[in-house]
């Protein structure tokens, strides 16, 4: 499989990957590093918000379901990946900066996803949607530049 790591002009892919799950974000990294994408990772909601701010990334991976620690809503507890491209797509408007592209995974399939937002993740909001367990080739393929 040949993937596209650069983005024209030869700059390297920035990539963030969000995920409640330590062990999960290792495994990606792990994955993408053959192929030569290093991602910039974190388990929190709060800093992803702020990474992607501070930062130009291409592609934002995050995980549907992200448990908040500390900052859980009084409500469930967890934020949704929705919750996250939302927010940081707003913000990026209002600073007039472009937002990533976006890729969600999670282990419920994306009929299950549209009945509980009551919308196309795709269509809406440009989402790529991958489900758990992730094919490798698929992740990967996700990252590469339009």
Not at 55 to 79: C, E, F, H
Request: overall charge negative; cysteine-free; glycine content about 8%.
């Amino acid at each position: 499989m040949t993937v596209r790591r650069f983005r024209p002009g030869g700059t390297p892919l920035r990539v963030l990957l969000v995920n409640d799950d330590k062990d999960s974000l290792d495994l990606y990294a792990q994955i993408m590093s053959p192929y030569g994408i290093v991602a910039d990772t974190t388990v929190n909601v709060g800093d992803a918000l702020r990474l992607i701010l501070e930062n130009r990334y291409d592609v934002v991976v995050t995980d549907l379901i992200i448990g908040v620690g500390k900052g859980r809503s009084k409500r469930s507890g967890y934020l949704t990946g929705v919750d996250l491209i939302d927010t940081a797509n707003s913000e990026l408007a209002s600073r007039g900066l472009p937002s990533p592209r976006w890729v969600m995974i999670s282990g419920h399939p994306l009929d299950d996803v549209r009945d509980r937002f009551g919308f196309s993740l795709i269509e809406n909001l440009g989402v790529q949607y991958l489900r758990k367990p992730l094919d490798v080739e698929d992740l990967v393929s996700a990252l590469q530049t339009s």
